[in-house]
C-alpha cells in the first residue's frame, strides 16, 4: 500500500461548481498537511497547509484534514478556468525539515 | 511568498555528460533544499536532503555518486547528474525551507532534463 493515495482524475466539472479532491494516507506519523496547484511544466506552488485536524479557510479554498481517518480534502468555491491545473496532496512528520510525501496529483479541468 | 529560482530551465545533452542544476532561493536563507524527481504522471518523488555546510541525505535507492548535491550557501544548492543516461530524463525540482514554524517548502519551477 502507498503511503499518500490520491485520485489522479482527470476531474472535470463546469465554471462555477464545488470542487472537491481527496487523498488518504497510512502513515499516522504525518502531522502537516499541504496542497499544491502544479501548472503543466511548472514547479508546484502552494496552497493551502494544516497542521491540526479540522477546516481551515483562505478565499475560495478550504482544507480539511481528518486525522482519525488519514483523510484529507481541498475544495475549491466557484470554481473558475484558471483553477484548471494538477493539485497535489503533501505531508510531511513531526520536527524540523522534513521531505515532503505526496500523492500523485489530481487533474483538474474547469468547463467555461 | 518566498521566491525559489532554477536554472537552467530546459536542458538536453548527451548520455556520458554531467549536468549542473541550480537551485536558488532569492529573498529568503535556506539552511535546508529539497530535491525532487518528477515522471510524467507520477508523484513527486523526493530524491535528497540538502543541508547547507554538511554533506546530503539521500533516500533509499538514490545514488548518491550519481546525484552530487552541493549546498555551499544559504542561498544556493546544486544537483549534478553526473554520466547521465536517458533513463535520469526527467523534471528535477527543488524545494526550499523558509525556515517558519510551519515548515513550508517553497519549490523552485523545475528542470527538465533530456538525455540522448
Known amino acids: 500500500q502507498k503511503e499518500v493515495e490520491q485520485d489522479p482524475g482527470p476531474l472535470s466539472v463546469p465554471e462555477g461548481a464545488i470542487v472537491s479532491l481527496n487523498c488518504t494516507y497510512s502513515n499516522s506519523a504525518f502531522q502537516y498537511f499541504m496542497w499544491y496547484r502544479q501548472y503543466s511544466r511548472k514547479g508546484p506552488e502552494l496552497l493551502m497547509y494544516t497542521y491540526s485536524s479540522g477546516n481551515k479557510e483562505d478565499g475560495r479554498f478550504t482544507a480539511q484534514v481528518d486525522k482519525s481517518s488519514k483523510y484529507i480534502s481541498l475544495f475549491i468555491r466557484d470554481s473558475q478556468p484558471s483553477d484548471s491545473a494538477t493539485y497535489l496532496c503533501a505531508m510531511g512528520g513531526g520536527g524540523g525539515a522534513d521531505g515532503l510525501t505526496f500523492g500523485k496529483g489530481t487533474h483538474l479541468i474547469i468547463q467555461p | 511568498g518566498a521566491v525559489v529560482s532554477q536554472h537552467p530551465s530546459r536542458v538536453i545533452c548527451k548520455s556520458g555528460t554531467s549536468v549542473k542544476i541550480e537551485c536558488r532561493s532569492l529573498d529568503f536563507q535556506a539552511t535546508t533544499m529539497f530535491w525532487y524527481r518528477q515522471f510524467p504522471k507520477k508523484s513527486l518523488m523526493l530524491m535528497a536532503t540538502s543541508n547547507e555546510g554538511s554533506k546530503a541525505t539521500y533516500e533509499q535507492g538514490v545514488e548518491k555518486d550519481k546525484f552530487l548535491i552541493n549546498h555551499a550557501s544559504l542561498t544556493l544548492s546544486t544537483l549534478t547528474v553526473t554520466s547521465a543516461h536517458p533513463e535520469d530524463s526527467s523534471f528535477y525540482i527543488c524545494?526550499?525551507?523558509?525556515?517558519?514554524?510551519?515548515?513550508?517548502?517553497?519549490f523552485g519551477p523545475g528542470t527538465r532534463l533530456t538525455v540522448l
Open positions: 524545494s526550499a525551507d523558509a525556515g517558519g514554524p510551519n515548515n513550508e517548502q517553497f
